[in-house]
């Protein structure tokens, strides 16, 4: 069906009718464009049609430019869409301490950052229809890729991360408060950090006390995943003892950091862990939103637009050659 975005436009058209009666009125006399009485030949009814079949035209075009002005548009059937925005950002640890290798693929024994591109890659994956980015740390925080519907780069980036590109240390702080400058120019959109990390804050110019209040002012919610093994054995002089490879992990900031922005805490000791931390994101954060029931809307106001356009062109045309034929007949 055909409906008018500014109907309302219409009132403009008795504008020009009565911009010509008041004229008419004040000179009495018709002043718009007409063709000279001595073009015609014939009798006084040809003569009036002669002088007045321009006018009419014209009325015509000013018609067709009114209806274009009230932009009509065809509305298709509903369709069903997603009205939600989501937004998130990835935030990866590549300290020196994720190239431990206390995580396993398929029974390969790999680290830490191997294991995590691997989980993550196919959560990215999962996101189709999400926008994502990804910042990296390690001494500082920088952005690797920025906010994007494009997840295949998003993913490119993650898989070309190196450790010790920035650093040997941990800047926690940093990465949350650059991820909520990222966030803060869009109101509309769920602002979703993933925090991935093995270690404790140990460099960078922000306190994780100060990006905790960043994110909960800007309104940024936060998981953060806690990475590494709780224990694994290894060979010793005394022969064989445990270890716990991630005793610098400091949960209890991470815990802080998401309780205080609505998130959560999870602890990946394994790659089964961080892949079911995953699933239990998607199932938090569904890409999906509600599905609302939309008219597609195509624009029609180039037609009547284009028709003026084309009559007054032909006007032109037909009001320049009579013009020249009366001045040759005058001559």
Not at 124 to 139: H, W
Not at 209 to 225: D, P
Request: with cysteine; proline share 4%; net charge neutral.
């Amino acid at each position: 069906m055909i409906e008018f975005a500014w109907p309302w436009l219409t009132l403009v058209w008795f504008l020009a009718p009565l911009l010509w009666w008041l004229r008419r009125a004040r000179q009495k006399q018709f002043s718009t464009l007409i063709l000279p009485r001595a073009l015609g030949g014939g009798g006084t009814q040809q003569t009036t049609a002669r002088r007045y079949w321009p006018a009419l035209l014209l009325l015509i075009i000013w018609s067709l430019l009114i209806l274009a002005l009230c932009r009509p548009q065809w509305l298709g059937e509903p369709v069903q869409i997603r009205s939600e925005a989501r937004e998130m950002v990835l935030a990866v640890d590549l300290s020196g301490s994720m190239e431990i290798a206390d995580m396993q693929i398929a029974g390969r024994e790999v680290n830490r950052l191997t294991m995590v591109k691997h989980v993550v890659s196919d959560f990215i994956e999962r996101r189709k229809g999400d926008k994502m980015g990804l910042i990296l740390f390690a001494d500082t925080a920088y952005v690797q890729a920025p906010i994007t519907y494009d997840l295949t780069s998003v993913r490119q980036m993650l898989e070309e991360a190196e450790l010790r590109l920035i650093g040997e240390r941990t800047a926690i702080g940093d990465a949350v408060a650059l991820a909520v400058k990222r966030f803060r120019d869009n109101e509309e959109s769920n602002k979703i950090l993933i925090l991935l990390t093995d270690g404790q804050n140990t460099a960078g110019n922000v306190s994780p006390e100060q990006a905790r209040q960043l994110a909960s002012y800007y309104g940024v919610k936060i998981y953060a995943i806690g990475v590494g093994a709780d224990e694994v054995i290894v060979d010793s002089f005394f022969g064989k003892r445990k270890v716990n490879p991630s005793r610098d992990l400091d949960e209890a900031m991470l815990q802080g950091l998401a309780q205080a922005t609505g998130g959560e805490y999870f602890r990946a000791r394994s790659t089964e862990e961080l892949e079911q931390i995953y699933q239990t994101l998607d199932a938090y954060e569904p890409v999906s939103g509600d599905e609302q029931l939309r008219r597609p809307q195509t624009e029609l106001f180039y037609w009547p637009a284009g028709i003026a356009l084309g009559l007054f062109t032909l006007l032109f045309i037909i009001t320049s050659l009579f013009q020249q034929r009366w001045r040759r007949a005058a001559s």
